[in-house]
């Protein structure tokens, strides 16, 4: 599926994939959502992924703040660059490690509605003109809500459902 281009596509598309995502997760009987996936997976768990597309939506909500208040955020963590999210998602898989599953499937909705609500907030422009905002250098401020939203739920749903299905 092509990425959004316009609002209503980012509004459809993030909420039908997240929708896809949930739906997917509340199929899978209670042990199986707290299954270890096999080897050679950075996110050991359902858990570990929903925790990685909070996180990720957590730091979209630390750059929009920053930004929209006119300085220049660091992106995409202090003390990372976008060569090190390797190490980033590593410490993200560790910081929630002891996390119950049940709190983040609501910590990631309650940041899932907090992201809808800054799509909702922008003009098509506003979201996708390159440079309208000079924090997102040289792309869109849609082109970071399509990374945050739509593309990862796509992203999650994959894994989980290539582990799940072993």
Do not use: C
Request: proline share 5%.
């Amino acid at each position: 599926m092509p990425r959004p281009k316009t609002k209503p596509e980012l509004l459809d598309r993030s909420q039908e994939n997240f929708k896809k995502l949930t739906d997917f997760i509340a199929q899978i009987p209670e042990k199986g959502k707290h299954q270890e996936f096999p080897p050679g997976t950075l996110n050991r768990n359902i858990r570990d992924v929903l925790a990685h597309l909070h996180h990720w939506h957590l730091l979209f909500l630390g750059w929009y703040k920053v930004g929209m208040s006119g300085q220049k955020p660091q992106m995409p963590a202090a003390g990372h660059t976008w060569k090190t999210t390797t190490i980033l998602n590593s410490e993200i898989q560790k910081k929630y490690a002891a996390t119950p599953l049940t709190n983040i499937e609501q910590d990631l909705h309650n940041s899932f509605l907090a992201l809808q609500k800054i799509i909702k907030a922008h003009s098509e422009a506003e979201l996708f003109e390159k440079k309208y905002y000079g924090w997102t250098g040289t792309t869109s401020l849609g082109a970071y809500l399509v990374s945050a939203t739509s593309s990862h739920y796509d992203w999650g749903l994959k894994l989980i459902k290539k582990v799940t299905r072993n």
